[in-house]
């Protein structure tokens, strides 16, 4: 215990500095690139469909074949 008073953590491995500056960096990042970020936005609605069309009939049985490839 008395290493950890004699050894103090140094102030920039502290989570409360860490989690400070993703904040002032994602304000900054926000205010000055917002313009970029809103014009990409019908872009990635558009990539989004083939996307999810591609993903989420992945687990889906396409066997064509009737009700004799449920009953397997």
């Known amino acids: 215990m008395t290493e ?3 050894n103090p953590e140094p102030f920039w491995r502290s989570r409360w500095v860490l989690w400070g500056f ?8 926000w205010t000055e ?3 970029h970020v809103m014009g990409i936005l019908p872009y ?11 993903f989420h009939h992945h687990g889906h049985r396409h ?8 009953e397997r």
């Open 63 to 70: 066997h064509h074949g009737g009700e004799a490839d449920h």
């Open 33 to 35: 690139h917002r313009a």
């Open 44 to 54: 990635l609605l558009f990539l989004a469909c083939p996307l999810m069309h591609l």
């Open 22 to 29: 993703l904040a002032v960096a994602a304000f900054f990042l």
């Open 4 to 6: 950890a008073i004699m």
